[in-house]
Nanobody, 118 residues
Framework: QLQASGGGLVQAGGSLRLSCATG????TGWFRQAPGKEREFVAA????????LYADSVKGRFTTSRDSAKNTVYLQMNSLKPDDTAVYYC?????????????????WGQGTQVTVSS
């Protein structure tokens, strides 16, 4: 059972760190969905090798990492923009390969709201 946390309200230029307790050593992805928009890929990390993948819109600002001892994946979000406002979801897949396709993830957690004010 995945559980994402850490969302909140922040001013533009600020930072937030999201956490996702995966309970397993699965490849984990982050997705977000803004009101009236489709869900979009944000970042992903392969548990064992640490390989990461980022959407162009967040490269250089967001970093995903994992804590093996806690079976937890993090999404550090810096230099936040109002366009980053969305509900953020973490998802997991047992395959050892990162993917940006939502349909390739088998397990999904509850979303956490991130709101960036201008």
């Amino acid at each position: 059972q995945l559980q994402a946390s850490g969302g909140g309200l922040v001013q533009a230029g600020g930072s937030l760190r999201l956490s996702c307790a995966t309970g397993r050593t699965y490849t984990t992805g982050w997705f977000r969905q803004a009101p009236g928009k489709e869900r979009e890929f944000v970042a992903a990390i392969w548990w064992y090798g640490g390989t990461t993948l980022y959407a162009d819109s967040v490269k250089g600002r967001f970093t995903t990492s994992r804590d093996s001892a806690k079976n937890t994946v993090y999404l550090q979000m810096n230099s936040l923009k109002p366009d980053d406002t969305a509900v953020y979801y973490c998802a997991a897949r047992p395959q050892n390969m990162v993917s940006q396709r939502a349909k390739e993830y088998d397990y999904w957690g509850q979303g956490t709201q991130v709101t960036v004010s201008s």
